[in-house]
């Protein structure tokens, strides 16, 4: 894979530039650009993981590491070319059409591959064969789930079942010596309880001789928050429970998705912000916005803002709106149904206070409430509040007043925090254009 981008980078910057005659290459300077580019570009794939293993993994995903790994080249190479002051030698039009062709090239190849294998592995090639070893409860989860995905290519060739006792051990440690050299599968999964660990490290030790990759998956049945994070501290190996990958660099590139993408669609919604306010003042005068205090990340309180949807009225306490709720106005009703009253929202991002996706802020009367009756709830506010979130795009929006409604909320909530990465962001916006917008919820 690192030879097939750097070759797609080759031929398609090629291809731009003979398509462009006007451009001057005597010497050799456009191929040797070209070269390094299409060699520093597996390089700084490799630091952003692209080349890890994608089977079973999403789409969305790997292309959004291919896309940050692509900028992050062509960022490279333009602080190169500034600190060699060669940027007069090549053409800027090239240098910018090859950027976005090798980007929409390498991803077509990319997509195009990716289907591929996953038919094919669908269909019973490719295969990694796989020996499931463990409690006999855990190793049939395992199955049912290689059965339920065989688009990832796996497939249980025996099983173990480790009854208790010393005499699973000895038959194990036969198994390892007669498979050291030759054996008929290549991974093996280990399926325990986590507090069955004693047994799992005396198995690994057994099963080390055998050349082929060990993979454990514990059994959490206590515990809700886990995302196969291992850090070391003070010395000490620690299982991070509540791990998100939202962390370090990524932070950066998350925070540069929000200001890229919604300062653009902060410019392209502006002609339609500007006939909605018209509209309400026209409709129901001042003021146009409805703004309301949200707890943010980490619980820190901002100021959010809205198309206003409701007549002016006095409250003391926090009441969601409700099917045909007298206060919303007729133009309220059509902003609330096409959820165009969130487009201020996007200053909220431009602000940093917000991000495109991610986790719906709640009214604070409702966080007071649910934080005494769902015991995660809280976990929500690890990451900044979003204007479209996953459990949105799933249809879990509009009236929250149900507790079991709301924790089934939550899960999705976490489940993107926890799962959480540039390819998911792009593939919660796309869902957003298609389902997220109409909405039946009051």
């Given at each position: 894979?690192r ?25 050799n ?12 570009f597996?390089a ?12 079973g993994?999403?789409?969305?995903t790997?292309?959004g ?8 080249t062509?960022?490279?190479l ?13 053409s ?12 929409g090239?390498?991803?077509a190849?990319r ?6 294998l ?26 049912k789930?290689?059965?339920?995905m065989p ?31 030759q ?10 309880p ?8 005396h ?10 990759s ?11 928050l886990?995302?196969?994070?291992i ?25 540069l998705?929000d ?36 707890h ?5 309180r901002?100021?959010?803002?809205k198309?206003?949807t ?15 709720d007298?206060?919303v ?6 902003l ?17 206070r917000m991000?495109?996706v ?8 409702h ?9 995660i709830?809280?976990?929500r506010?690890?990451?900044?509040p ?5 459990a ?14 709301m924790?089934?909320?939550v ?6 925090i926890?799962?959480w ?14 389902r ?7």
């Amino acid at each position: 894979m690192r030879c097939f981008d750097a070759s797609i980078a080759v031929m398609v910057s090629l291809v731009v530039l003979s398509s462009m005659p006007h451009i001057d290459i005597e010497g050799n300077d456009y191929l040797f650009f070209i070269l390094i580019g299409s060699l520093l570009f597996p390089a700084v794939g490799e630091l952003f993981e692209l080349y890890q293993p994608w089977r079973g993994r999403s789409l969305y995903t790997m292309l959004g590491i291919y896309l940050v790994a692509w900028l992050a080249t062509i960022g490279l190479l333009s602080l190169l070319l500034v600190a060699i002051k060669e940027t007069h030698s090549f053409s800027r039009l090239w240098m910018g059409v090859s950027a976005l062709a090798v980007l929409g090239v390498g991803s077509a190849m990319r997509t195009l591959l990716y289907i591929y294998l996953r038919r094919l592995r669908a269909q019973g090639h490719n295969l990694k064969r796989v020996l499931l070893v463990g409690k006999r409860e855990n190793i049939t989860q395992l199955e049912k789930k290689i059965a339920s995905m065989p688009q990832a290519g796996y497939k249980v060739i025996e099983h173990h079942p480790d009854e208790g006792g010393g005499a699973f051990f000895q038959r194990m440690a036969a198994f390892a010596k007669s498979n050291i050299f030759q054996r008929n599968f290549d991974e093996i999964w280990l399926g325990y309880p986590l507090e069955q660990g004693n047994r799992v490290r005396h198995l690994t030790r057994l099963l080390a001789g055998i050349p082929a990759s060990i993979r454990f998956f514990p059994d959490l049945p206590d515990v809700r928050l886990l995302n196969h994070r291992i850090t070391q501290v003070a010395g000490l190996y620690s299982l991070e429970l509540n791990y998100t990958p939202l962390n370090g660099p990524m932070k950066v590139i998350k925070a540069l998705e929000d200001r890229v993408l919604g300062l653009a669609l902060f410019v392209l919604f502006s002609p339609l912000m500007i006939a909605i306010a018209v509209a309400i003042r026209w409709s129901m005068g001042g003021p146009v916005l409805f703004k309301q205090e949200r707890h943010g990340l980490d619980g820190k309180r901002f100021k959010i803002y809205k198309f206003r949807t409701m007549h002016l009225h006095e409250s003391t306490h926090i009441q969601q709106a409700s099917h045909q709720d007298p206060r919303v106005t007729r133009v309220g009703r059509f902003l609330r149904r096409t959820s165009l009253d969130e487009l201020p929202q996007l200053y909220n991002v431009l602000q940093g206070r917000m991000s495109l996706v991610g986790p719906r802020p709640h009214a604070m009367d409702h966080n007071d409430h649910y934080k005494d009756h769902i015991d995660i709830y809280m976990q929500r506010h690890r990451v900044k509040p979003g204007m479209t979130g996953w459990a949105q795009v799933n249809g879990l929006r509009g009236i929250t007043d149900d507790v079991k409604l709301m924790a089934k909320r939550v899960e999705y909530d976490l489940y993107y925090i926890e799962r959480w990465s540039l390819g998911f962001d792009l593939q919660i916006l796309t869902m957003t254009l298609t389902r997220g917008f109409v909405n039946g919820q009051p």
